[in-house]
């Protein structure tokens, strides 16, 4: 009998979802390319983030946090496991991104949390100040921040950037993340995170995405000096900088066949995907895991090591 158990258990260890390694779309990813602002709905293979691997531990039990873009991509799976870690979340998107936000707010509801959908443009000054204010009527407080809404456009040189896309990337990219952390700032108390996402193009830079890159270095220094900025006050600021990742902003950016080979010069031969990233931004926002840790850039790069 004794024998008859061990087996049962060591085939219950074999299966459990811990001991899976999960598998990732490799390229070449298929041919496509949508429409700005893009859309996750549409995409193939679509974006991974539910991680059904991943095991809370209630790290984020009754916080509130604003996450901007949790539409989709990044910002989907960062909504989707703090909720799963215990927080209540407002996200903002684009009226075009309408049908991809409410799967967001299903999928944060499904993990037992409450989510706000903010509609409107970030690049609007007044927007920026609205959705703190709709966060703290609906839910009373804010504790983390998390600032990752983005624009980029591909140009081959610099003489087809036009004074009209370096403005809006900069809007969109880094005036906003200035705008909502100001409007924030009043409202965070010791213990508050803000979290914003950056990109190795902002440390090594891109020579097809010189605004955007330039957009993401600023916001390096950002989180850097933020970071100094509060310390004395208890608030943390750091950044996550991640390579490829399969959203809806590369294949509404791209030519069709330029998709095939997206993350394809990683070392692991493919784009992460997006419950691959969010687990940083947990951990940043965890004062059980990341309490002595503030100012940082962290890089995940799929087996890249040099940055910058």
């Keep these: 009998m004794p024998r008859k158990t061990t087996k049962k258990r060591t085939r219950a260890r074999a299966a ?30 679509r974006p991974q983030y539910r991680a059904p691997h991943y095991r809370p531990a209630g790290k984020l039990d009754g916080k509130t946090a604003l996450v901007t873009g949790g539409d989709s991509g990044i910002g989907r799976a960062v909504a989707v496991m703090y909720a799963r870690e215990g927080a209540d979340v407002a996200i903002t998107h ?14 944060v509801e499904a993990e037992g949390r409450r989510c706000l959908l903010l509609e409107g443009d970030l690049t609007d000054a007044d927007f920026c100040s609205h959705i703190v204010e709709r966060t703290l009527q609906e839910f009373g407080k ?37 705008r909502v952390t100001k409007a924030a700032l009043p409202h965070l108390k010791k213990g508050a995170v803000i979290v914003n996402t950056g990109s190795i193009t902002g440390l090594e830079g891109s020579k097809e995405l010189l605004d955007y890159s330039a957009t993401k270095g600023a916001i390096h220094a950002f989180t850097k000096s933020l970071a100094q900025s509060l310390v004395e006050k208890g608030i943390r600021v750091n950044c996550v900088a991640p390579g490829p990742v399969w959203t809806p902003l590369n294949p509404s950016d791209q030519d069709a066949e330029d998709v095939e080979d997206f993350g394809a010069d ?16 947990v951990f940043f926002a965890s004062n059980a895991d990341s309490s002595y840790i503030t100012g940082e850039v962290l890089t995940l790069l799929g087996g890249e090591t040099v940055a910058g």
Excluded: C
């Design 266 to 281: 990683q070392p692991m031969k493919r784009p992460a995907q997006p419950e691959e990233v969010a687990p940083a931004f």
């Design 142 to 178: 804010l504790d983390i921040l998390v600032n990752n809404a983005a624009f980029q456009q591909h140009q081959e040189s610099l003489d087809e950037v036009t004074d009209e896309q370096w403005d809006h990337t900069f809007r969109t990219n880094i005036y906003a993340y200035f």
């Design 94 to 107: 684009l009226r075009q991104e309408r049908r991809d936000a409410a799967e967001t707010r299903s999928a």
């Design 16 to 45: 459990s979802p811990e001991r899976r390694i999960r598998e990732y779309p490799r390229n070449p990813l298929p041919a496509q390319h949508q429409r700005k602002p893009g859309r996750e709905h549409a995409l193939d293979p």
